[in-house]
């Protein structure tokens, strides 16, 4: 958009601006859901009572990329994001030109979060394997029906273990990867944020020539 301003002195005199130019913005509102599951998965293992014999895995959004965490740990990943329902509406992405203007997307959308499992036993990966599913039906209830992404949900489960390679993964470890499926609302707002003149600094001639002082736009101030 751009802004033109007309000004007029005293004595009915005017003065039209040139046109001033602002750059707006798009602010995108969303929820990391990953980041959400994560933090719960790790304040659910933490306050879970343990055997003698057992640590609290670590929990990563994404398996480590260098080095070599100690065992056990948790890794959670999202596999697969897709709009489920109705479509969405028609028009609902038409533009609403003012100050306020925002666009948003609502409809139902499934989340595949993939939350894998090493451990150095067949019995500790069954345990954790249970307790992680155990969470999401428990301690992930509260949030997610506030956020109303209680809709639905569903799990699978693969087990298997890893040896050998040449001696270099001996012992070896075991694991299971967890498929979490969650039908929910999915929100996702874009507000617009247009760039707004708050001032205008001018100066006057000061010289009268009969008429009217000359009136000069030094700068524009946009914030």
Not at 17 to 24: L, Y
Request: glycine share 10%; net charge negative; no cysteine.
């Amino acid at each position: 958009d751009q802004y033109v301003y007309q000004l007029t002195d005293s004595d009915g005199s005017t003065f039209t601006t040139g046109a001033i130019s602002v750059s707006g913005s798009l602010i995108l509102n969303r929820m990391d859901l990953t980041e959400l599951f994560a933090k719960l998965l790790w304040g659910g293992l933490q306050s879970l009572p343990l055997p003698s014999n057992y640590k609290t895995p670590q929990v990563y959004h994404a398996m480590p990329l260098t080095g070599q965490p100690p065992l056990p740990l948790v890794t959670i990943n999202l596999d697969l994001f897709q709009q489920s329902g109705n479509e969405i509406p028609i028009g609902q992405n038409i533009p609403n030109y003012n100050t306020l203007g925002s666009w948003s997307v609502d409809a139902l959308a499934k989340w595949r979060f993939i939350i894998a499992i090493l451990t150095t036993s067949a019995a500790e990966r069954e345990f954790y394997r249970d307790a992680i599913i155990g969470l999401f039906h428990g301690v992930m209830y509260s949030p997610l029906t506030a956020l109303n992404m209680n809709i639905s949900h569903s799990f699978q489960a693969t087990n298997g273990q890893t040896t050998g390679d040449g001696g270099r993964m001996n012992p070896g470890f075991y694991w299971s990867e967890i498929a979490l499926d969650l039908t929910g609302k999915y929100s996702l707002t874009i507000d617009n944020s247009p760039g707004m003149v708050n001032a205008i600094d001018l100066y006057v001639d000061g010289t009268q020539t009969g008429s009217t002082d000359s009136v000069v736009i030094v700068s524009g101030s946009v914030g």
